[in-house]
């Protein structure tokens, strides 16, 4: 079956940097997604990967290695305002997307 | 402000009631999603349309149905509503296969 892992929850201090993995098994690869998602509002886009190493947009970064099946998503100097859930989504060899649950983040002042 | 609305924001409905949540985008996407959203689970597609003219069914599609007569609209039906469809469900586009998803802002739907 196809699968997406990501730790439920994750908290980190303000100001600091916080990495948030990704692991996936999946039938084909057609690129993987980063989304946030504050509490009660809709999923925004953050970030694609569909070749191997490291986008780099803003304060936010994301990995990439398609043979070991991972990815993570790096944020840096963390603000009160990065406080959401992040979603790590897989495309298919159908060009469905995967959803893992999501990774609460937690900042603290 | 261009982007995708749904609607109703949020609804309580009887067990057996038929329903449908409506959703508009203005971007132009061809392709449209109904995502549903559970606690301690990741996004289930539903149903997905690629273009106007054609749906497809995703991973729940049972007790739903949808239709995409133009490329603005596609709404969701729940034919008999059950309690299991208590759940937020989200609407979302992209301007093709493959591209990042805009999502609505969700609605919220509670079956007693």
């Known amino acids: 079956g196809q699968n997406i892992d990501q730790p439920t929850e994750m908290t980190a201090t303000e100001g600091a940097i916080v990495q948030i993995n990704c692991t996936y098994q999946t039938s084909g690869f057609n690129g993987l997604f980063w989304y946030q998602q504050h509490a009660g509002e809709a999923p925004t886009f953050l970030s694609y990967n569909v070749l191997d190493g490291l986008e780099e947009k803003g304060r936010f970064s994301s990995f990439l290695s398609r043979s070991k099946g991972y990815s993570y998503l790096l944020l840096k100097e963390l603000q009160m305002k990065d406080s959401a859930s992040y979603l790590c989504a897989v495309m298919d060899s159908n060009y469905q997307l995967i959803w893992g649950a999501g990774t609460k983040l937690i900042i603290k002042p | 402000i261009a982007g995708i609305t749904q609607a109703p924001t949020s609804q309580i409905l009887a067990a057996g009631r038929r329903m449908t949540l409506r959703c508009t985008q203005d971007m132009r996407h061809n392709a449209m999603y109904w995502y549903r959203q559970d606690l301690g689970l990741g996004l289930r597609l539903i149903h997905y349309?690629?273009?106007?003219?054609?749906?497809g069914k995703g991973e729940v599609p049972d007790g739903y149905s949808v239709s995409r007569a133009n490329t603005d609209d596609f709404p969701l039906t729940l034919a008999s509503a059950v309690p299991s469809q208590t759940s937020v469900y989200f609407c979302?586009?992209?301007?093709?296969?493959?591209?990042?998803?805009?999502f609505g802002n969700g609605t919220r739907l509670t079956v007693t």
């Open positions: 349309s690629n273009t106007a003219g054609t749906t």
């Open positions: 979302a586009s992209s301007d093709r296969v493959g591209s990042p998803l805009h």
